[in-house]
């Protein structure tokens, strides 16, 4: 028997003894709310934590000034403030450190006021930012704080994230070793910013298609299909849209048309919505009818709505899942319209759809009309001559 700890499982090993550190930052100046926020923290660690290897750290600053500072210096993965920090003044100083929070740095905000309703637009925009009342139980904010890091916000796109982990490893393995192969004259000049950034986002996206031990690749999660609000100005090729009428349809007019604004008209093809189309219902229903009834219907009945949503149903019909109000539908290639500039404008743009995926939907669009198919040949006379058919026996 072999004795020896692989690396991984010692990476198991030490996962189970080692603490989880949340670094939490309170912004408050009365120390009466302080003590209470310790308590419950004190509290937290001693029973939940302890049982989870989870531990909330502290970092406590009662001024704006010395919350700026610790601000800059320090990291975090989530902070409690106090909108009023000083009583010799009207001005709500927390507000301001969470507009810089918003600007600057990358972990959620609690807001424990008196006084809510003064970041209300902020809580209706940002999900990163609970709004709670002195009143509310500090045990709950705490679970909420605690809800949030186990997501794995900070640690994936936080100041010392996974993303900033690649960054380092692509300044120091890429940049660092090839940049002075680029053109001089580009590194000469401000336009090497732009390219620099598309070019670290390349490898960015080449490392996090990628198991983090380069073995295989990775499935995205549907919701990485959508992009919302959509980032160019002007509608676009992949461009998601609905009518008055809550009638979806996609952009497939081709990208270097619509970028530089030569098309009269504009290509649209309608999504039907999943819940619409009788072929999948159908197969849905189906598939609950057959779900008590043994593995293989079961397995049977899943294929068949597998075969919709991995767009091997029917060569007219291109998934799309479902994203907030878009409830998942399937693009008919079939059902193609042509609309002005001005009937366009009339349209809501819901997302656009992600390069990766709006490309295969561009090959698909132009496979589907590029058919010619050929005259049926004698199955008959085919059988025969790969069967053997006429041999005697």
Request: a negative charge; charged letters at 30%; hydrophobic letters at 35%.
């Amino acid at each position: 028997m072999n004795d020896a700890i692989s690396n991984q499982q010692l990476g198991t090993i030490e996962s189970e003894y080692t603490t989880n550190n949340i670094n939490l930052l309170i912004i408050e100046d009365d120390d009466g709310q302080i003590e209470q926020i310790q308590d419950a923290v004190r509290d937290f660690n001693r029973k939940e934590g302890e049982a989870e290897n989870i531990k909330i750290d502290l970092r406590i600053v009662k001024t704006y000034n010395d919350a700026v500072l610790t601000l800059l210096k320090e990291n975090f993965d989530a902070a409690i403030i106090d909108l009023k920090l000083s009583s010799t003044t009207d001005k709500d100083e927390g507000v301001d450190l969470i507009d810089i929070i918003i600007d600057k740095l990358r972990f959620p905000i609690f807001v424990r006021s008196g006084f809510p309703e003064k970041v209300e637009s902020i809580n209706a925009e940002h999900y990163f930012v609970k709004v709670f009342k002195k009143t509310d139980k500090l045990d709950d904010i705490v679970a909420e704080i605690v809800k949030f890091y186990k997501k794995g916000i900070t640690s994936t796109i936080g100041t010392k994230g996974k993303v900033e982990k690649y960054l380092n490893k692509i300044f120091w393995e890429r940049l660092s070793k090839n940049i002075s192969f680029w053109d001089k004259d580009l590194l000469d000049n401000n336009r090497h910013e732009v390219s620099l950034v598309r070019y670290c986002l390349t490898l960015l996206q080449e490392h996090l298609e990628i198991a983090e031990n380069g073995d295989g690749f990775l499935d995205y999660h549907p919701f990485e299909v959508f992009i919302k609000p959509p980032i160019k100005n002007n509608p676009f090729f992949g461009d998601v849209l609905f009518d008055s009428n809550n009638n979806y349809y996609i952009i497939l007019s081709p990208s270097c048309d619509m970028a530089q604004e030569k098309y009269e008209k504009v290509t649209l093809v309608e999504i039907e919505l999943l819940a619409e189309i009788k072929a999948f219902t159908e197969r849905q229903q189906n598939f609950y009818k057959e779900k008590n009834k043994g593995k293989d219907k079961v397995e049977k009945a899943k294929k068949q709505v597998l075969a919709f949503l991995t767009n091997n149903h029917s060569a007219k019909y291109h998934f799309l899942p479902s994203y907030q109000e878009f409830s998942g539908g399937l693009i008919n290639f079939q059902k193609v319209h042509s609309k002005t500039k001005e009937e366009l404008a009339e349209m809501t743009r819901f997302a656009s759809v992600s390069g990766k995926f709006s490309k295969d939907i561009s090959a698909r669009f132009s496979n589907y009309f590029a058919r010619q198919g050929q005259p049926n040949l004698d199955i008959d006379v085919l059988l025969k001559s790969v069967l053997d058919l006429n041999q005697d026996k």
